[in-house]
């Protein structure tokens, strides 16, 4: 049974249906050879008093439609001119015409110089810089310019020396020697590759910065390294192998950690597109470091003496200011992934006022922290992870993790340790995480610590007898309180986090922060 209502009949065909209803759909019956006609405009009824020799568009008049079309930097507008429609491309969108003016809009037609370089430097924005991303990307491209044009002139000039080192272009060199010993240099280098990676995966997420930082001032060292094999040719296999090694450390850290960078600048998920233009921004601008070089050593190679110890004059300067453009440019990375340090800094902040900060401000506060030692010099250190055997456990704590139950997914502890080169004790709070813990078990633990950080601090708990000034009903009051503060808060939390947009669904923790605990039910 087909249905009978008038939205049925819609679909029938016009020609053997009767009117609908509905006035719009209600088709005249038009002759074939119609259709073949051009089609005008033309406009067949009256509105609001307008009569339709008003409406109709005299042939000798260009009218504009309002509104304009922008690719790829550039500005273009529809213009009718009688039945017939026109594209007309004037200037570019940064070009400060007012749009709005017909006289003005096309004004940078007339100057050809200063067309050309708007677009050329459309072309040039279009072929370096993806469509899409963060408003600091821009900034990092800059410092990066910077790094990559220094590093790569560097290791012109230190691949020249090695050359003079092994005998290269002198009838006195062994051709298989040499070949020899770039190749058990470079196997050397890789296989030590291997193992870093393998022992610091985890590092490359939780400390981003810190070890793409570290690795490139690695980097800049074994340039110097390879710049004294000139100076010491007997030792050339020892000093080239010892640079190749930090140069294939560092190598892979830059690949590992190039992803991540990438997705934190991506805002539309176009992460292909910023990978891809960072790979010809990185051909290009390591192109103008060879020129650099190339341009040096044709500057002075009618000085052999001077040639020589070109490298030498010129390393301090370059390798400054390759590695301030790396430590800049890591400062305009603002990533949204959620680690144990950011998370201590968006919930402290949260703490205080109430409002979560962005990536942008958790970037600013976290730094690159190249020792690693911004979190132990506070005042009560929260760390995550298991319990350390040589630190001391309050009696309290032993007592509060005797009542442990099933239903937890998380304990918090204080301990004793011994920090520094002189070994000074210091308070601090553990987070023992259960296995099968998720990332809500991390933000509502962290929170909880925080939350009690705070209370001893404001109490002025700061001394070595801290444990023995609490007693048992003071922690548990205290964890008790704290707990139920952190759940009434974490969706409102939540929610804050998402909005400025932090990834939540993850927390990225170390290997030492990675370690759980199973509970023991045989124990009961």
């Not at 305009?332 to 205080?352: S, Y």
């Amino acid at each position: 049974m087909h249905s009978s209502t008038p939205s049925s009949r819609l679909f029938q065909n016009p020609s053997k249906s009767t009117l609908t209803q509905y006035p719009i759909f209600n088709f005249p019956k038009f002759a074939s050879k119609k259709f073949i006609k051009p089609l005008r405009i033309s406009i067949d009824y009256e509105h609001e008093g307008v009569s339709k020799e008003e409406l109709v568009v005299p042939s000798n008049v260009t009218r504009r439609l309002p509104f304009i079309i922008k690719s790829s930097g550039k500005v273009s507008r529809y213009f009718i001119k009688g039945d017939s429609l026109e594209l007309l491309q004037c200037v570019d969108e940064e070009g400060g015409v007012d749009v709005d003016d017909s006289s003005s809009f096309c004004l940078g037609l007339n100057d050809g110089f200063l067309k050309l370089i708007k677009l050329s430097s459309s072309a040039a924005k279009d072929f370096f810089i993806p469509k899409q991303v963060s408003e600091n990307y821009i900034s990092y491209v800059k410092w990066k310019f910077l790094h990559r044009v220094f590093s790569s002139a560097l290791q012109v000039l230190a691949t020249q020396a090695m050359f003079r080192a092994i005998g290269i272009g002198q009838s006195r060199s062994l051709a298989s020697s040499a070949a020899f010993n770039w190749i058990l240099k470079d196997g050397l280098g890789r296989l030590s590759r291997c193992i870093y990676t393998a022992s610091l995966a985890s590092a490359f997420d939780t400390n981003l910065k810190r070890v793409r930082f570290s690795t490139s001032v690695l980097f800049s060292l074994s340039i110097g390294v390879e710049l004294m094999t000139p100076v010491f040719p007997q030792y050339f296999l020892l000093l080239a192998s010892i640079a190749n090694i930090a140069k294939q450390i560092s190598l892979s850290c830059y690949l590992a950690t190039g992803s991540a960078v990438h997705r934190s600048f991506a805002v539309a998920d176009n992460l292909g597109e910023v990978s891809a233009k960072a790979q010809i921004q990185t051909v290009c601008f390591d192109n103008l470091g060879l020129l650099v070089a190339v341009l040096l050593n044709m500057l002075f190679r009618n000085n052999q003496r001077l040639q020589t110890s070109l490298p030498f004059v010129l390393y301090p300067i370059f390798s400054t200011f390759d590695l301030l453009g790396i430590y800049q440019g890591l400062k305009h990375i603002n990533l949204q992934t959620l680690t144990k340090n950011r998370l201590e800094i968006i919930l402290e902040r949260w703490i205080e006022f109430r409002l979560v900060p962005s990536p942008a401000e958790v970037s600013e506060a976290e730094g690159i922290d190249l020792l690693g030692s911004r979190g132990s010099k506070r005042l009560w250190p929260i760390r995550i992870g298991c319990l350390d055997p040589r630190a001391k456990i309050p009696a309290l704590s032993m007592m509060a993790m005797q009542s442990l139950c099933s239903d937890d997914s998380y304990f918090i502890t204080m301990e004793l340790s011994s920090q520094g080169f002189r070994r000074i004790p210091k308070l601090g709070i553990v987070i023992c995480l259960r296995e099968g813990a998720n990332s809500v078990d991390i933000i509502t633990a962290l929170l909880q610590t925080c939350y009690i950080r705070k209370s001893l601090v404001n109490n002025r708990l700061k001394r070595r007898d801290t444990c023995s000034e609490l007693t048992l009903r003071d922690w548990s009051l205290l964890t008790g309180e704290s707990k139920l503060a952190a759940r009434d808060d974490f969706i409102t939390l939540n929610k804050q986090m998402q909005e400025q947009g932090w990834i939540v669904k993850n927390v990225l923790l170390s290997a030492e922060e990675q370690v759980r605990y199973i509970f023991d039910k045989t124990q009961l």
